[in-house]
Nanobody, 122 residues
Framework: QVQLVESGGGLVQPGGSLRLSCAAS????????MGWYRQAPGKQRELVAT???????NYADSVKGRFTISRDNAKNTVYLQMNSLKPEDTAVYYC????????????????WGQGTQVTVSS
């Protein structure tokens, strides 16, 4: 059983910063990809950022230049540094981990954390 535990959410003013952490219950090298997703009230869950086992990263256009995803393999933890936060970044942020179980077509076994609330408001 894989556990992903998020932390670091909270209330921040527009323009402020937060760093989210996602601690995994096993070596994160066992995951092909890890990432952060978010879901705002009344909206679908959307991709924020991903990082591959080789360190390659991918970002949603809405967060490029403001958010940075990183990983600490020794701590089995993935981070999301969020700067220049905007009210539209308000959402529950979820950590995700994926293991490729089929290459063609690509299929993943995925795991999710419980989510952490981020609220950007003055």
């Amino acid at each position: 059983q894989v556990q992903l535990v998020e932390s670091g959410g909270g209330l921040v003013q527009p323009g402020g910063s937060l760093r989210l952490s996602c601690a995994a219950s096993r070596n994160i090298f066992t995951f092909n990809v890890m990432g952060w997703y978010r879901q705002a009230p009344g909206k679908q869950r959307e991709l924020v950022a991903t990082i591959g086992s080789g360190g390659d990263t991918n970002y949603a256009d809405s967060v490029k230049g403001r958010f940075t995803i990183s990983r600490d393999n020794a701590k089995n933890t993935v981070y999301l540094q969020m700067n220049s936060l905007k009210p539209e970044d308000t959402a529950v942020y979820y950590c995700n981990a994926g293991v490729i179980v089929k290459w063609l077509p690509r299929e993943y076994e995925t795991y999710w954390g419980q989510g952490t609330q981020v609220t950007v408001s003055s």
